[in-house]
């Protein structure tokens, strides 16, 4: 669900002005209330007031009303009107009293105009209890909102900066408890980014531990050439010979590897398609005649290679007939003579399966994962190869979106099972 943080807000600030709300309805339910509000005071005195001046006037005439109200504050006697002989006395304005009094045969009306009540001009106007409430309830929200937003931040920047020093093993999923929001989301993607910065660390590690001991041997026998022929010069065609060939191998090595780097850097496949049959059938032309020399039969049953969109494939066909090469030869190489080696294709849904499967000793102990890293090498087979080939073969398969895997056959025999995507429909070679 997207945006749940935002909700979480959402909900706290309603739930705060909900709280206040009730708190200040309660407040005030609970406080007691005076009789008369702080602006009516001066209604009800006014009331008074032109009461007992319309009694003075009715009882005694103009004379009694001056009497009466010369005792009045001045303010008082301000506000009230006195019009003698006027029969209609309807109030002139919002508020104001008016009495009509009938004495010595004539009508006459008193108007009383209390002070207008006070106008709520700014926010400040509201009652100071409201006011106080109000900024303690915003300063409580905004503590909370600041710390819940701010402890995770600050906990992430810890995290990067021991990433930053080299400190891999650091996780924060843990930290963050319960919560299930966007800043949680982010602390899952730290963990698996520093878990695969640790993996690449150590893959790199790795490689340069056995690239550095793949060199050091034929080094060490190179140099061991280059003694004896100082020792002896008579050697020199012998000595001459085996540098040649320790310089060949290692500059198969670094070929391996820099076809092995140029597979993990990527490869942009967009707009490459090619025949998988018409590659395969390069493939075990190659292959074939190599197994003849070592009296390895290679059977195959693949379907006839027409440029149509049977079989079309988008990637690089070069790096999947390398692939395919790596793994054939791979098998020839732990294939006992007079064997036979099975190379199927068929369709599996929108995909392909090539799938090769040899008579040889199979995997031993090494897990198949660990046999497609380079220089790997099962223990309880032959030591020949560099142990890049198996590497190269599936990172070139992974670079056109597909899938490599090994299986012990039974009783004895590897399957190594190859999985490409086909293309889609108005997909044609050109």
């Known amino acids: ?157 810890a995290g990067f900066n021991q990433l930053a020093e080299g400190r891999f093993a650091v996780r924060l999923g843990g930290s963050m408890g319960r919560r299930r929001d966007e800043i949680a989301d982010l602390a899952g993607d730290f963990d698996r980014m520093a878990e695969r910065l640790a993996e690449l660390v150590a893959a790199r590690d790795r490689l340069l531990h056995d690239v550095s001991h793949e060199l050091r041997s034929p080094l060490a026998r190179m140099r061991l050439a280059i003694g004896l022929l100082r020792r002896d010069p008579g050697r020199f065609d012998a000595s001459l010979e085996r540098i040649d060939r320790e310089a060949d191998h290692i500059d198969a090595i670094v070929g391996e590897l820099l076809t092995l780097a140029r597979l993990e850097s990527g490869i942009d496949k967009d707009g490459e398609y090619f025949d998988l049959v018409e590659v395969l059938a390069l493939v075990l032309e190659d292959v074939t005649f190599e197994a003849e020399t070592q009296t390895v039969r290679v059977e195959t049953s693949l379907p006839r ?77 032959a030591s020949q190869g560099h142990g890049l080939g198996l590497a190269i073969a599936e990172r070139a398969i992974a670079a056109c979106g597909g899938t490599l895997e090994l299986t012990n056959r039974t009783p004895t025999g590897l399957l190594v099972t190859i999985r490409l995507p086909l293309a889609g429909p108005g997909v044609s070679l050109t």
């Not at 009789?35 to 005195?45: F, H, K, N, R, T």
């Not at 009094?101 to 108007?111: F, I």
């Not at 100071?128 to 503590?143: C, I, M, Q």
């Not at 102990?365 to 090498?377: C, E, H, K, M």
Request: glycine letters at 10%; a neutral charge.
């Open 1 to 157: 669900m997207r945006g749940r943080l935002f909700w979480k807000i959402w909900l706290g600030f309603w739930g705060t002005f909900l709280l206040l709300s009730y708190g200040l309805w309660l407040y005030w339910s609970l406080r007691p209330m005076p009789s008369l509000g702080e602006w009516d005071a001066p209604y009800e005195v006014g009331r008074v007031l032109i009461a007992s001046a319309a009694t003075a006037l009715e009882r005694g005439g103009p004379s009694a009303l001056e009497r009466q109200i010369a005792d009045w504050p001045e303010a008082e006697r301000a506000r009230l009107t006195v019009r003698l002989g006027v029969s209609d006395c309807a109030p002139g304005q919002d508020r104001e009293l008016a009495v009509s009094v009938h004495a010595g045969g004539e009508g006459h009306c008193l108007r009383y105009a209390p002070p207008p009540p006070p106008e709520d001009e700014s926010f400040l106007a509201m009652p100071p209890d409201d006011l106080v409430a109000t900024a303690l309830a915003g300063l409580a929200f905004s503590a909370a909102l600041a710390w819940y937003l701010t402890r995770p931040i600050h906990q992430l920047r």
């Open 305 to 381: 290679a027409v440029p149509d969109q049977d079989w079309l494939v988008a990637g690089s066909g070069l790096l999947i007939r390398r692939a395919v090469e790596n793994i054939l030869r791979n098998a020839l190489r732990f294939s006992p003579k007079g064997q036979v080696i099975h190379l199927r294709l068929a369709r599996d849904g929108q995909d392909c399966l090539i799938t090769v499967e040899d008579n040889g000793p199979g995997i031993g102990a090494a897990t198949p994962s660990s046999l497609l890293q380079p220089f790997a090498r099962d223990r309880s087979g």
